[in-house]
C-alpha cells in the first residue's frame, strides 16, 4: 500500500491510495517529482512484511537503542531520513501478524522514536495508520535527499554494501 498525497495541508499526514505501486511511481520518487509514503498493514488480512523504528531525536543513544532492539529480531538496514541526524531503521520479513509485530516492540520505542506499524489493529481509513516515507526519497521539509548508511552511520556509496553489513 502506498500514498502519494499530502491529506489536506495537514503536514505529515496522507491519504490512502488504493494503486499498485509501479516502476513509474518509484522513478518519480528516486528523481523527487513526488514522495512515497508506505502503510506496514495491509488491512485484508492484518498482517505486515516490514517493521521500522523512526528515529528523530538527535541524540545517538536513541538511535543506537533503535539498532539494539531490530538487531534482536533480524538484520536491519539504516537510513538517514533525509533530515540530517534523524533515521529509519528497516526490518523485513515475511508476513507475520500485525498484532505479533507489535507485541516484540512494544515500549521499545520511546521519547523521540517512532514504531512502525503504529497501530495494533487497522479497520479502514478512519482508523488512521500513518505512513512511513520509503528510503531514497526528497525530504519535502529538510530539503535533503535520504540515504542508506553503514553500521557507522556512514553513507553507503553501493546498493551491494547494504547487504554485506
Same mark, same amino acid.
Given at each position: 500500500?502506498?500514498?502519494?498525497?499530502?491529506?489536506? $495541508?495537514?503536514?505529515? !499526514?496522507?491519504?490512502?491510495?488504493?494503486? /499498485? &505501486?509501479?516502476?513509474? #511511481?518509484?522513478?518519480?520518487? #528516486?528523481?523527487? $517529482?513526488?514522495?512515497?509514503?508506505?502503510?506496514?498493514?495491509?488491512?485484508? $488480512?492484518?498482517?505486515?512484511?516490514?517493521?521500522?523504528?523512526?528515529?528523530?531525536?538527535?541524540?545517538? =543513544? !536513541?538511535?543506537?537503542? =533503535?539498532?539494539?532492539? =531490530?538487531?534482536? !529480531?533480524?538484520?536491519?538496514?539504516?537510513?538517514?531520513?533525509?533530515?540530517?541526524?534523524? !533515521?529509519?531503521? %528497516?526490518? #523485513?520479513?515475511? /508476513?507475520?501478524?500485525?498484532?505479533?509485530?507489535?507485541?516484540?516492540?512494544?515500549?521499545? =520505542?520511546?521519547?523521540?522514536?517512532?514504531?512502525? /506499524?503504529?497501530? $495494533?489493529?487497522?479497520?479502514?481509513?478512519?482508523?488512521?495508520?500513518?505512513?512511513?516515507? &520509503?528510503?531514497?526519497? %526528497?525530504?519535502?521539509?529538510?530539503?535533503? %535527499?535520504?540515504?542508506?548508511?553503514?553500521?557507522?552511520?556512514? /553513507?553507503?556509496?553501493?546498493?551491494?554494501? #547494504?547487504?554485506?553489513?
Amino acid at each position: 500500500m502506498m500514498c502519494d498525497h499530502p491529506w489536506q $495541508d495537514r503536514g505529515n !499526514y496522507y491519504k490512502r491510495v488504493y494503486k /499498485p &505501486l509501479t516502476i513509474e #511511481l518509484v522513478e518519480k520518487h #528516486l528523481t523527487g $517529482d513526488i514522495t512515497i509514503g508506505v502503510f506496514p498493514t495491509r488491512i485484508e $488480512d492484518q498482517t505486515a512484511r516490514f517493521a521500522c523504528f523512526d528515529v528523530d531525536h538527535t541524540e545517538e =543513544a !536513541y538511535l543506537k537503542k =533503535a539498532i539494539f532492539w =531490530a538487531k534482536q !529480531y533480524g538484520n536491519p538496514i539504516i537510513e538517514e531520513s533525509g533530515a540530517e541526524g534523524r !533515521y529509519h531503521i %528497516w526490518l #523485513l520479513f515475511e /508476513p507475520k501478524p500485525l498484532k505479533e509485530v507489535r507485541k516484540i516492540f512494544e515500549g521499545k =520505542a520511546g521519547c523521540g522514536m517512532d514504531f512502525f /506499524p503504529n497501530q $495494533d489493529v487497522v479497520i479502514n481509513d478512519f482508523y488512521f495508520e500513518l505512513p512511513i516515507k &520509503l528510503p531514497l526519497g %526528497w525530504h519535502r521539509v529538510a530539503k535533503r %535527499w535520504s540515504h542508506f548508511v553503514d553500521k557507522d552511520l556512514k /553513507p553507503i556509496s553501493s546498493i551491494e554494501k #547494504l547487504w554485506k553489513e
